[in-house]
């Protein structure tokens, strides 16, 4: 039900683009995010987005992340600029109701991607 995609290796400075492809769900406008987890270190939320909510990005992300969505909503981006090594992690999509910046509020989890990015 989600297919996230588009992880590999990055410079530093350079920018990915994560795809989450979504289907089969069966309530109307799931809210879908993207989680990660760094690798020794626990997961933490990145964003979400949902017709709900909005737009949601955590702190730590602001302005260098972005989430966003084609017309059709069934796929969910994740455009990450100015990649830092310590971003380093495997990104996963998750869905829920709604938006929380809580990873145990995601019940809906895809397999992840994993972006590593070079010194």
């Known amino acids: 039900q989600l297919q996230a995609s588009g992880g590999g290796l990055v410079q530093a400075g350079g920018s990915l683009r994560l795809s989450c492809t979504i289907s089969g769900f069966d309530f109307n406008d799931p809210a879908i995010g993207w989680v990660r987890q760094v690798p020794g270190k626990g997961r933490e939320v990145v964003s979400c987005m949902s017709d709900r909510d909005g737009r949601w990005h955590a702190d730590s992300f602001k302005g260098r992340f972005d989430i966003s969505s084609d017309n059709t909503r069934n796929t969910v981006y994740l455009r990450m600029n100015g990649l830092k090594p310590e971003d380093t992690a495997t990104y996963f999509c998750?869905?829920?109701?709604?938006?929380?910046?809580?990873?145990?509020?995601?019940?809906?989890w895809g397999r992840g991607t994993l972006v590593t990015v070079s010194s």
């Open positions: 998750v869905a829920h109701w709604y938006c929380s910046p809580y990873v145990d509020a995601y019940k809906h």
